[in-house]
């Protein structure tokens, strides 16, 4: 029986690679950053699957070039990174891996959420740098977060493990999403308001939707200038759903007190000016990177592919109008 072949455009973890090995010859690309588009293009020819990253942009153009590919594995929950549409055409199966991230991306949330609240990374670089005189009555107050107002912008998987987190911190939990979400109210607390109401009303802001393009710069200056003066805001999500310009200028001019980011607009690429700022607690987009997380998003990625290429529907496809059966 002829093996199918795969281009991985990354090394993925292991227990991943040691489900496809046995079926399909692996092309894996062996770079430490990601893969060249260009590279992408002519090694994507005569392979039936790839498995690639979120920050891999697969369009018409590397499917022209793949001719043969049938499933496109995305090795993240987030699909942005690819034409959807273009591949359901094209009559390519998608995937991605939700779930198995879900609980890692919100302790990470919880993580900016806290380092931003108390100051921690502008802590621990003020004492590495000897400026520690001794106690001090006002010095590096923060935020208290026992008790106060969260609000959730997406109460999906990601935004529920969140409100889950903050239910232990005894939090207020406002939320928002395009349709209203009963099983989190009921389970989690969370109060429904308007996107105004609940920015002009949480202590905490937290960002949990995918990029679409409604969502895209979804807060902008007129969100941000809804905002208490203390409010910190947190984006795991995607970079291209905050206007950066907006959020530097307002961080510049302490409109509201910080903001925890783990996404950029134009990633790998970071606005100097983030990096200019004490009030930023910066994460190189590791919400889902734990050792527990990867390993599994790498055997649901290859499980997805295998389905697909064997046809089986696979468990996580995210384009069903390309299923033919
Ligand atoms: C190929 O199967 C590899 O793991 O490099
Ligand atoms: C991470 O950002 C993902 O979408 O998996």
Known sequence: MERFRVLVTRRIPEPGLEILRPEAELDIFEGEAPMPREDIA?????????????SDKIDSEIMEAGKDLRVISNYAVGYNNIDVDEATRRGILVTNTPGVLTDATADLTWALLMACA???????????????LGWGPT????????????????????????????????????????RRNEEGEREEGAEY?????????????????????????????????????????????????????????????KRIASAGLDVFENEPRLNPDFARLENVVLTPHTGSATYESRNRMAIMAAENMLSGLKGKRPPNLVNPDAWKG
């Open 193 to 253: 308001v308007s996107l105004d109401d609940l920015l002009r009303n949480s202590d905490f802001v937290s960002l949990h939707v995918p990029l679409t393009p409604a969502t895209r710069h979804f807060i902008g200056r007129r969100e941000i200038g809804l905002m208490k003066k203390t409010t910190i805001l947190l984006n795991v999500a995607r970079g291209e759903v905050v206007d950066e310009e907006a959020l530097i200028e307002a961080l510049k001019a």
């Open 139 to 178: 010095l590096m107050l923060g935020r208290e977060v026992y008790g106060r107002t969260i609000g959730i912008v997406g109460l999906g998987d990601i935004g529920t493990a969140v409100a889950r987190r903050a239910r232990g911190f005894g939090m207020r939990v406002l939320y928002h999403n395009r």
């Open 42 to 54: 002519s090694r994507v020819k005569g392979k039936g699957g790839l498995v690639c990253l979120l």
């Open 118 to 132: 108390r100051r921690i990374p502008e802590s621990d670089r003020f004492m590495r740098e000897g400026r520690f």
